[in-house]
């Protein structure tokens, strides 16, 4: 079994280059039980893909391409219970990993009480994280100002997911998801309202009903910095257990040119919100994305992120993923985003900031960052 700096690097490098995925093998996994479909097709926030397991248990999401120049990295056949990664640089196996099946309730035949896909309401994320955007409109796509990697409206075309999730709906599939044991927490996020609340309504109305059903769930929100704070104090009391203030990039001419629309929001503004729901939510319960890939140079994005983090809030940090046919990102060298990420979790470590101790959402899931691993080096060295 690799050790867990390997395992850590490696994650790395398979979140920045995906894995290849052969159309002529595609009979060979459906004959083997194994669901495996190409490219990201939409999604509210910059990854997508599918998640799949190392062996000592590391979560990572990987983009599964059908263009072999996208990447060294081949999905292979099975070995056991893990299919084997090439190299096609070395001719070797890179890694096993286990793939994570899907959840019983995609099938179609699973449907709410008034009839809708239970597949379209919320999908599992990683082993256990039961995930919903609940409103799969955003402001600034109607505005023609959105964020160059996102997704959320694409998902919403093709059919993949409704315009508005309610509350009935949601603890149907929660009920689903418990029975399968693939719903120990919860994200729930959304695009942007127009509203002065920025969504936060919608959120509070499905929160109550979710912890007056399920009251032990931990449930993560994801929301805009807010000109009216006492937002995230109601957030709080109908039920939410960690929050998401995301950034997205933290170079500011950057931020400009990838979020056109949310570049708006000016960064003290950040600042006030990450530091009231620190109050709020608690010490670690905080976290905002951060994105790579955009040609930001080191020492303004760790500037940046020293900021974020003496402020007590945890960076997510990602590399972006392209849409195919869509909308193509650039690409995060792994070497780089490597280094980048120890160092983060050195400041991290600094200033008592720990990953490991978020109670629900992307931060605790972790497959599509390789944050926590690298803060696990650290704290091991």
Not at 194 to 218: T, V
Not at 227 to 234: A, G, M, T
Not at 278 to 284: A, P, R, V
Request: net charge positive.
């Amino acid at each position: 079994m690799e050790d867990f700096l390997e395992v850590f690097k490696k994650k790395t490098e398979l979140l920045c280059k995906g894995l290849y995925l052969d159309k002529n093998s595609m009979e060979y996994y459906k004959r083997q039980g194994i669901d495996v479909y190409p490219g990201r097709k939409g999604g509210a926030g910059p990854l997508g893909g599918r998640y799949f397991l190392f062996e000592d248990g590391t979560l990572v999401n990987i983009a599964l391409w059908e263009d072999h120049a996208r990447t060294n990295l081949t999905l292979g056949e099975k070995d056991g219970d893990y299919l084997k990664i090439l190299d096609s640089k070395t001719n070797k196996v890179f890694s096993k990993l286990k793939l994570v099946q899907n959840p019983k309730y995609y099938d179609p035949s699973f449907k709410t009480s008034d009839g809708i896909p239970m597949k379209k309401i919320a999908l599992v994320h990683g082993v256990d994280c039961l995930a919903s955007t609940i409103y799969q409109k955003c402001v600034y796509w109607s505005c023609g100002l959105p964020c160059k990697f996102c997704g959320i409206e694409l998902s919403l075309y093709s059919g993949d997911t409704i315009l508005e999730k309610n509350a009935r709906q949601m603890c149907e599939v929660i009920t689903v998801a418990k029975k399968e044991g693939r719903c120990s927490h919860m994200t729930l996020t959304s695009g942007t309202d127009e509203s002065i609340d920025k969504g936060a309504e919608r959120y509070i109305e499905i929160l109550k009903s979710i912890k007056k059903n399920f009251p032990d769930l931990p449930i993560h929100v994801q929301i805009e910095p807010l000109q009216e704070i006492d937002y995230l104090y109601r957030l709080k009391k109908a039920g939410a257990d960690t929050i998401g203030i995301h950034l997205e990039v933290v170079n500011e001419d950057l931020r400009k040119k990838i979020t056109p629309g949310k570049a708006k929001i000016p960064f003290n503004l950040f600042e006030e919100n990450w530091s009231i729901a620190i109050d709020i939510f608690g010490k670690n319960q905080v976290d905002t994305y951060i994105l790579t890939g955009f040609g930001e140079s080191k020492k303004s994005f760790i500037n940046g992120i020293r900021k974020i983090v003496s402020i007590g809030v945890i960076p997510f940090i990602t590399p972006v993923r392209s849409i195919p046919g869509k909308k193509t990102m650039p690409f995060t060298p792994p070497d780089y985003l490597i280094n980048l990420e120890l160092d983060v979790a050195k400041i991290m470590k600094e200033n008592d900031v720990n990953p490991l101790k978020n109670k629900a959402g992307c931060v605790r899931c972790g497959g599509c960052s390789s944050i926590k691993e690298a803060y696990k080096v650290i704290m091991q060295n």
